[in-house]
């Protein structure tokens, strides 16, 4: 098959395989039915994901009939069905099993601190005794110590694990992944694709310890680890060696005892290791966590990342994993993102987030989440779910098509850059002293580093970061090239570093020495520690080409590289008019190809890093042919560019958040001639912004507040129904719950129309509304099988209304238990499960929602409104531009708006164009005359109608306009507004286990825009 097949239908191993949550009781059947849809999606896999909420015991009969079943469903589309391998996270802990076996198996953290002699001596947890200038002391009785001492001891959290320890991976393995082996067929083992680790780490508290370091550092460096441990904290004599020594050692236990092993067990398994490690994105972050995060991806067959938030992660976390894919020869990199973006985010906020992390290396998506249910805490797990509850759920496939292209020709194409930057990690090693002091000073170094990283990138310089445990492991001289692994580099760039290994000295020297060229942006004064020690007289110090400054060290390296491309300001857009700004926003990688469909190709991925602006830049490409691959059909096109000075140049315009990828080729291909103005250009479509209402799904109003009683006893209120639910929890005991929700019903509304109540678990629950009892047999569901319809339409009235629910409160006691664990380490909150809920109920039926209050513009597309809010008569009219301020502030649906325009004879046979200055919605599918022109996801904003769809005379444009359910599920209540890193503890007003320190609060409602705007 070739290259190009492949991109134009992808098969799976190269589409998206999203974090499957499994959070509730799962039935086998219902398992089948989301895998048939996800494959309808376009999706490629998924990983069979334990989370809060999970209701069928974990490894239990039931567990592994699910994933059999699930195995056997995704088998029957050629999916690829993946396991995850804990029961929430981080890996590891093996579902409390593994620390439950005792403090060796324990996470433990080292601690140094003055104290009084006797307090030391006696300490349950000592580890040695040391004067206060760190010289240790025997300790042989209360008596021969002084007054005060510096005592070193160790803490422990009793629910991780300690994973330097590699029998508490060894027994990991034996709970958990071996489980799988056993339980398994032959035929559903081989169609399991693998594990993913989630998260494993060394310590999120301080310096991580192990009964293991002070053996494994004697053996290391003939030098007892104890005699020196203040100096880890303190600035004590040879510090710095002792610093290089301990995080280095730490490092390589950490990779050898868990990820190693874990790795070479999949191996011989015949299963695949893929998943991430936590804290990856600064020096700072990962000292404690890993150590270092670049060794341990050499330890996944498909190495990751993570990314949270509607925002970019930090450039060296997707260009740290794919420096060591393509160091070791690993032909995907997965990105777990999407997290925290909030139920707002939109198709545009995907493409836009996931294409930057292409260009910087990625080529395989695991979106997080899709919900198995969204009930109860499940529907605030880092939302947004990304399922078929969406209503923009139908539009997903073109998303996943389109990524998926991408995939295959990132995947498939081989990684080459002439630029390795070395990382500046062990010169981190020698600050962390775990202060304040320590933490900025590392901050700094930094963001010298990614200053620089970022500028390359900007330059169109690719490259790759150089870690001293990879090159150490892979690094050789070959000629002028400096080899790392499968890597061949022509230019090193040292950033602003204090130390190196020995062995990247000797890689240096010796690269210098055969014609290789070192960049440094010191002066040639400056000396480099090696290992943490002083290295007078170091020969790489007269090797290295200084630069003075940042502009000649960047100059410099884009001389010496191979240019990517070269990029030059085109026409100034409306946004920008600064030329540096513009080249600086196109990011852009490449791929050789020796054979794309019978000719050598190279790939050029182009993407523009601005949300929100468009860019106009002029491309030259030092080649005679050049197409264009379309991810959106995987087909190429023609491009039009112009022969100039042995390069042919395109001008090209890219919209916010646009990209393009080119196939360049060493032969002429044929080229589209310019129009004169370089973009060809139609007559508007003028409409106005009021629209008439031509249908609609149903309408909702949240109701999130409540009057409630405990007992019988009256509490104060009304009460968000979320700080009840804690309340509740305060308690620890049953309790019977009366809930009162009250809602104004105007005059105008049919009372004859259906009126369902939402209600999660209705069989829970007794109801009456107005003193009437209701029936509580469910309808079918809105959007999710969580929100079951309850027809309320008989007790309805004009007015006030009143809707009474009555309910036992309940929780087991060992969700108890697990709640007080919970509030002290996160492996036990990400498993948490209630068997009570207390929720928002939503009224859903063909209403309007009519409000006295303001609309206060919030940033972010959003609006602020503190109600109250009114069942109305449906609107029939409204203004396009504010459809949450015409009646829909709480809608998740679809909505299609229509109006006529006319079109005098003869201008019918020319096409139109549709254009909007701003489009606030997931999708815009555009119908003229009942024949689809459009279907909009991306943010140009604009579609070409063509003439076949026109007549002359009255012509109908129809809108279909499908949100997310943001505005149904919040959350409403920051202070911010719209938020674009949420989590669960943003729906919560008052401390939880959730939200220990809430975040600040409005009692008012946030919502997201909804509608479009017409270009002025």
Known sequence: MTILSLAANPPPFYRPVPFWSWNDELEPSELEVQIDQMHEAGLGGFFMHARGGLLTHYMSNEWFAAIRASIRAAKKHGMMAWAYDENGWPSGFGDGVIPAKGLDFQQKYLRLAEMAGEQAYSHERLIAIYDLEGKRLEATSRQNLPNTVLAAYFDVNPYYVDTLNPTATKAFITEILECYRDELSPDDAAAMRGFFTDEPQISRNGIPWSFGHADAYRSAYGEDLLDVLPRLFREIGDFRQVRCRFWRLTTRMFMNAFLKQLYEWCEQNDWELTGHMVLEETYHAQITTNGAAMPMYQYFHIPGMDALGRFFPGLATPVQVASVAAQTGKKQVLSETFACCGWAVSFADLKWMYQWQMVHGINLLCQHLQGYSLRGIRKRDYPASLFRHQPWWPYYRQFNDYVSRLGVLLSEGAVETDVLLIHGISSAHLLFDYTDEGKIAIQELFQHFITLSQQLFEAHIDHHYGDETIMEQHGAVEGDRLRVGQQRYRVVVLPKLTNLSSRQVELLVEFARQGGVILAERSSSESILVDGQEAPNLPLLKLLTCCPGRAELLAAVARLARPLAVVTPGMATEYASDPAAQIAAIHATMRRFDDFDGRPAWLQYYVNTERDQAVNVDILVAAPGVERFDPETGGLVPVCAAAENGFLRLRHRFEPAGDLA???????????????????????????????????????????????????????????????????????????????????????????????????????????????????????????????????????????????????????????????????????????????????????????????????????????????????????????????????????????????????????????????????????????????????????????????????????LEIDLVTSLRNMLGPHHLEEGESIAIGPGSFYKNPSVYAPQPRPWNDGYCFVRLGITPVE
């Open 662 to 956: 080119l196939i360049v080729r060493d032969t002429a291909t044929p080229m589209l001639s310019p129009s004169p103005s370089g973009i060809q250009s139609f007559p508007s479509l003028r409409w106005q912004r009021h629209f008439q209402v031509a249908a609609v799904t149903d309408n909702l109003l949240t109701l999130d507040f409540a009057d409630y009683a405990i007992d019988g006893e009256a509490m104060p209120g009304p009460e968000y129904v979320l700080t009840i639910q804690e309340k509740l929890l305060q308690r620890q005991q049953d309790a019977n719950l009366a809930l009162t929700f009250t809602f104004q019903v105007e005059n105008d509304y049919d009372l004859a129309k259906p009126l369902a109540l939402l209600l999660e678990r209705p069989e829970k629950y007794t109801a009456e509304l107005n003193g009437r009892a209701i029936e509580m047999t469910p309808q079918g569901f809105f959007a999710d099988p969580a929100f079951q319809r309850i027809d309320i339409s008989p007790s309805v009235q004009h007015g006030q209304n009143r809707l009474v629910l009555k309910t036992v409160f309940h929780q087991k006691p060992e969700t108890y238990d697990l709640l007080e664990a919970a509030r002290k380490f996160e492996s036990e909150k990400n498993r948490l499960a209630f068997d009570s809920e207390i929720e928002a109920v939503y009224l859903c039926g063909a209403f309007g929602v009519r409000t006295p209050g303001a609309f206060i513009a919030l940033p972010r597309r959003a609006v602020r409104c503190n109600g109250p809010f009114a069942l109305a008569a449906q609107p029939v009219t409204v203004d396009a531009t504010r459809l949450e301020q015409s009646g829909f502030p709480f809608f998740a649906g679809t909505i299609t708006l229509q109006q006529e325009f006319i079109l005098a004879a003869g201008e019918h046979q020319e096409p139109r164009r549709i254009a909007f200055a701003d489009l606030a919605a997931q999708v815009a599918v555009i119908r003229v005359n009942g024949k689809t022109a459009a279907t909009l996801t991306r943010p140009d904003y604009e579609a070409v109608i063509p003439a076949e769809a026109l007549r002359p005379g009255a012509n109908l």
